[in-house]
Structure formats: structure tokens, C-alpha cells
Nanobody
């Protein structure tokens, strides 16, 4: 089992920045890919960014150039640095870990609201 706990969400004005953190515990060695997803009201959950154990990153087109995913292996923590935030970035953000066998683990979610 893997436990994921997010933090760092909140309310920010358009153009502002936030950094989300996701602390992992448990069978972390079983994870191949780490990622962030988001779900806005009335919409499906979508991939925001992901990073593999080899450091390969992938971003949704809507966040390229604004968001950066990273990991600190020593702290078993991944981050999502979000800059130049827009109102359309408002959503619940979920931390994700995918195992080599394809099993998904999810955090509880953290709300990000971009509004003036």
C-alpha cells in the first residue's frame, strides 16, 4: 500500500503562484510514475503533469511553461510549482502514484482556487 498526502492548496489571485506538495509513505518502491491530476466542477479528472522514476516529465498542453513537477527522493515528496495561475486552473488537485503493475494510488485532494 501507498499513502499520499497533499498540501499547499488555497486561494490565489490570477497571475499568482502556488506550490503543491505530496508526501508519500508505504511501499514507495513499487511506484513507477508520480503525477498530479485535477478535477474542476462538472468536468472529468485530467492529468496535469507526471514524472517517471527516470525523471521523464509530461505536461498537459494547458499548463506547459507555467507548471513544473519535481520530486525529492530523500523526502519521498513530489511537488507541483504553479506559476501564472489562471481562473481556469481552479480545481481540486490530486496527487497520484502508479505502480509498475499499473495500480493507482490517490491522495485526498487539495483545493486550488484562482480568483480576484
Amino acid at each position: 500500500q501507498v499513502q499520499l498526502v497533499e498540501s499547499g492548496g488555497g486561494l490565489v489571485q490570477p497571475g499568482g503562484s502556488l506550490r503543491l506538495s505530496c508526501a508519500a509513505s508505504g511501499s514507495i518502491f513499487s511506484l513507477n510514475t508520480w503525477g498530479w491530476y485535477r478535477q474542476a466542477p462538472g468536468k472529468e479528472r485530467e492529468l496535469v503533469a507526471s514524472i517517471t522514476n527516470r525523471g521523464k516529465t509530461n505536461y498537459a498542453d494547458s499548463v506547459k511553461g507555467r507548471f513544473t513537477i519535481s520530486r525529492d527522493n530523500a523526502k519521498n515528496t513530489q511537488y507541483l510549482q504553479m506559476n501564472s495561475l489562471k481562473p481556469e486552473d481552479t480545481a481540486v488537485y490530486y496527487c497520484n502514484g502508479t505502480s509498475y503493475s499499473g495500480r493507482n494510488f490517490w491522495g485526498q485532494g487539495t483545493q486550488v482556487t484562482v480568483s480576484s
